[in-house]
């Protein structure tokens, strides 16, 4: 029976705990492996100084972007680890990168997480951005105790038998929204950027 046909009851049962209410890692061994994608985003909120002192490299932790960003990758990379009733999984690519955001005053981080394999990484995603964005916090709070984070959200996913899915477009901060463009020398995700000047 498709799980579309299945009773409403049934289909809202968390798989994560069994009839009885125990917890369970959910048996995905019949799945066939596909290729799966997840992307996750969130922002760190932070003053005009000290995000300026973040894009500048001033900070006396060294690089907040480049740490982060590397933070990210070891987070998601252990997600299993951290998450009980996730799977390992063979990732195949995982990408971290942390945009300042001087408009809004804050750090826009992305993860894309990818696999191949039986079940997806929309966790690995939104853990790669979790930790990156923890360590910005850890990096930054000498000069700054009231740092946020916010917004940390699952963006998109693909592969598997619910086959794709996007955060609806009303919903702020998307994948496809507008992000500040660099100017030529801004710092972007730890490095320096070599953008030319539009026009």
């Not at 048996?27 to 932070?46: F, N």
């Not at 992000?179 to 030529?184: F, S």
């Amino acid at each position: 029976m498709d799980r579309n046909d299945a009773p409403r009851a049934e289909r809202r049962r968390l798989t994560h705990v069994d009839r009885g209410g125990r917890p369970r890692m959910v048996d995905v061994s019949a799945k066939p492996a596909t290729a799966r994608r997840a992307i996750a985003e969130a922002e760190v909120v932070v003053g005009a100084e000290t995000l300026s002192m973040v894009i500048d490299g001033g900070g006396s932790k060294g690089d907040v972007l480049t740490v982060a960003e590397l933070a990210g990758v070891m987070g998601g990379k252990r997600t299993s680890e951290l998450i009980p009733l996730c799977h390992p999984i063979a990732l195949t690519d995982l990408v971290v990168s942390i945009i300042p955001d001087r408009v809004g005053s804050c750090l826009r981080i992305r993860a894309e997480a990818a696999t191949i394999g039986p079940t997806g990484v929309e966790m690995e995603a939104m853990t790669a951005v979790a930790v990156a964005a923890l360590t910005v916090y850890d990096m930054v709070k000498g000069v700054e105790r009231g740092v946020e984070v916010r917004n940390l959200r699952l963006v998109a996913k693909s592969g598997g038998n619910s086959g794709e899915w996007h955060r609806p477009a009303d919903a702020p901060w998307q994948q496809d929204a507008p992000r500040p463009r660099p100017k030529p020398g801004d710092r972007i995700a730890g490095r320096v950027g070599r953008h030319k000047p539009a026009g």
